[in-house]
């Protein structure tokens, strides 16, 4: 495509894209033509073209633009797309509606910017390159994580940040929603997680226990904020992954619940300060029935067959100190209480697979998650591999090419960040999930990569933007078009620049 022309300019970049001279116009006279099932992607184009453009799309037997399924595109899968672009006519196909709805964010990305905006735009001609686009993804798991337990966000922003997700063609929605920090989703067996788990004395503690913010913070979902969330998410082709940390990371709820924990008599509060807790829940059985009804009720909401259940980041010290553990630790016939862990995890990931869904936790060697877990590796490209061969499904996640909360670069002027080092639009680029060297075999069990936001140091949704954006972008292009060269990403994104402050993102230069 040539980046001589913006509108070609597309974020991420399509399998085969061939620009030909000419141009489609829609206009107010435009109508659609919908075959059986493409209905959710008529409706997608409408809203999302609505407000810029004012125009109806109404639906007409013979009409100009035509989205249409068709179940003999097998080459396409499930999110894969053809758009055919004519002076005359405009053709989207796929094979499954999500593909469909892929092909939708292409025409508003080869529509002019303004189309993107909030509010009407007079003036503008709504033009489109004529063009043949075949467009499959690499990956099926394009992920980013939103971690709203540390700092909640209110649901206006995540449905804003599930659109802006949408137009990249991001497919997982990873929701962070409990830590030691805060529980932001509400159990109706269990009201004191958010009565008090989602409530804490004050908003932000540096990594040295500096205070920055002596203000509480609080914050919760409804259920039928949740709701409404998943169905805006899967309107747009998105899976919202819920996030229930366990057995660590589980702060806010001892401080909820503290008959849940090792030490039942002990009094806690939501955790102020960031890093790593040595709170843990308990082994009794109370403890399962806890995890069991919660997780039940997470299932309620949220339909994606993945939910996450952290796992990692979980000291042992109260479990070698407690007499309880000890006991369930011989009775289970495990070497040491350490090995509780491993133990805990197998019963939840059972529980959850019994359930229709499939487990997935956060892995600091890629070796200790039980069989049946999806392995999130985020401390070492290679721990991905390693899981891979073992069988298990991956996501690669390495932490200094996918988490958004370091800082972008080493200028003095730079918000604060997570220390240890800048992750640049460059390290988000040059991370290939899938090594071209990985074995077939291994290759097979690499889902894709997600990037991640945790939110010690992003307490606004601007301060969200800022990190995300542009670096999300990257990610989202080699997750669905696989490596490039920098001199094309770029190029690209020098377009792409120009849709991102249409939607008013507040993104890093």
């Not at 829609?26 to 959710?40: C, K, N, Q, V, Y």
């Not at 639906?59 to 080459?75: F, M």
């Not at 209480?337 to 805990?344: I, N, Q, R, S, V």
């Amino acid at each position: 495509m040539p980046s001589s022309l913006p509108r070609t300019s597309l974020i991420p970049r399509p399998t085969k894209a061939r620009i030909k001279p000419g141009h489609f116009t829609f206009d107010a006279d435009t109508r659609l033509r919908i075959t059986d099932g493409a209905e959710p992607a008529a409706d997608l184009l409408r809203t999302l073209l609505a407000s810029a453009t004012g125009l109806p799309l109404t639906p007409a037997a013979d009409a100009p633009v035509v989205l249409a399924l068709d179940t003999a595109l097998r080459g396409l899968g499930n999110e894969g797309y053809g758009l055919t672009i004519g002076p005359h006519s405009l053709l989207l196909r796929a094979r499954d509606v999500t593909g469909l709805l892929r092909g939708v964010q292409t025409i508003r990305q080869l529509l002019p910017a303004e189309a993107l905006a909030a509010s009407p735009q007079p003036g503008v001609g709504w033009t489109v390159p004529c063009a043949d686009i075949t467009d499959i993804p690499r990956l099926p798991w394009r992920g980013a994580m939103l971690d709203v337990a540390r700092h909640f966000q209110p649901l206006s922003y995540l449905l804003r940040y599930v659109d802006l997700l949408a137009l990249h063609k991001i497919n997982v929605f990873h929701l962070h929603l409990t830590d030691d920090q805060g529980w932001r989703m509400p159990v109706s067996a269990y009201p004191k997680l958010t009565e008090i788990g989602g409530h804490r004395r004050q908003s932000m503690i540096g990594p040295n226990g500096d205070r920055y913010d002596g203000t509480p913070h609080s914050g919760a979902y409804t259920r039928a904020e949740l709701a409404r969330l998943v169905d805006h998410a899967a309107a747009r082709g998105i899976s919202v992954m819920p996030e229930i940390e366990m057995p660590g990371h589980v702060r806010a709820a001892l401080a909820a619940y503290p008959h849940l924990g090792n030490q039942p008599e002990r009094t806690l509060d939501v955790w102020t300060r960031w890093g790593v807790c040595d709170t843990t829940l308990g082994v009794h059985e109370e403890v399962f029935d806890f995890c069991r009804t919660v997780l039940e009720e997470v299932m309620d909401v949220f339909p994606s067959p993945y939910l996450h259940i952290g796992g990692d980041e979980c000291p042992t010290t109260e479990w070698e100190q407690s007499p309880a553990a000890r006991t369930r630790a011989r009775i289970e016939g495990l070497r040491n209480p350490a090995a509780l862990h491993g133990w805990f995890l197998h019963r939840i990931g059972t529980f959850l697979t019994r359930q229709g869904r499939r487990p997935v936790g956060w892995a600091e060697t890629g070796t200790e998650l039980p069989e049946g877990f999806t392995v999130m590796a985020w401390r070492d490209p290679a721990h991905a591999l390693n899981a891979a061969r073992r069988g298990h499904d991956v996501i690669n996640s390495y932490y200094r090419a996918t988490y958004l909360d370091y800082p972008q670069s080493a200028d003095p002027d730079e918000p604060p960040g997570q220390p240890g080092g800048v992750v640049g639009l460059r390290d988000v680029h040059g991370h290939d999930p899938l090594p071209e060297t990985a074995p077939p075999r291994t290759a097979a069990h690499v889902l894709g990569t997600q990037a991640h936001l945790w939110t010690e140091y992003a307490a606004t949704p601007a301060r969200i933007e800022y990190l995300t954006y542009p670096r999300l972008c990257a990610l989202a292009d080699g997750g669905w078009s696989g490596p490039s060269t920098w001199t094309d990403f770029s190029s690209r994104m020098e377009g792409h620049t120009a849709r991102l402050d249409v939607l008013k993102v507040n993104r890093h230069p």
